[in-house]
């Protein structure tokens, strides 16, 4: 059974840093895409920035290009998002997902959606 689990969380003023964890457990990272997604209130949910660990492609949205980084350590089954330089308009709730299948169904997982998700961890950035 795949589990995601979301950390790191917290309230941080503008221009602050953050780093959150995805705990990934019952997968193998070579054959999945994970990402982080974020979903503020009355918006809908959108990927920030996925990675594919066969390739090491990445995807970042321009909302947050060159402030986040998709990192992730094998060894630990864990997927970082570091972000920096925050802004009140980053103020979310960031849900780890993932998503199996061919290469090419990989790479589209911030464009759509992934097959398991987390619970979400709680980003609040004050200006």
């Known amino acids: 059974e795949v589990q995601l689990v979301e950390s790191g969380g917290d309230l941080v003023q503008a221009g602050g840093s953050l780093r959150l964890s995805c705990a990934a457990s019952?997968?193998?990272?070579?054959?999945?895409?994970i990402g982080w997604f974020r979903q503020a209130p009355g918006k809908e949910r959108e990927g920030v920035a996925c990675?594919?660990?066969?390739?090491?492609?990445?995807y970042y949205a321009d909302s947050v290009k060159g402030r986040f980084t998709i990192s992730s350590d094998n060894a630990k089954n864990t997927v970082y998002l570091q972000m920096n330089s925050l802004k009140p308009e980053d103020t979310a709730i960031y849900y780890c997902?993932?998503?199996?299948?061919?290469?090419?169904?990989?790479?589209?997982?911030?464009?759509?959606?992934?097959?398991?998700w987390g619970q979400g961890t709680q980003v609040t950035v004050s200006s």
């Open positions: 990675i594919t660990f066969s390739d090491g492609r990445t």
């Open positions: 997902t993932a998503r199996y299948g061919t290469i090419w169904y990989r790479h589209s997982l911030c464009a759509s959606s992934g097959d398991y």
């Open positions: 019952g997968l193998i990272f070579d054959h999945y895409a």
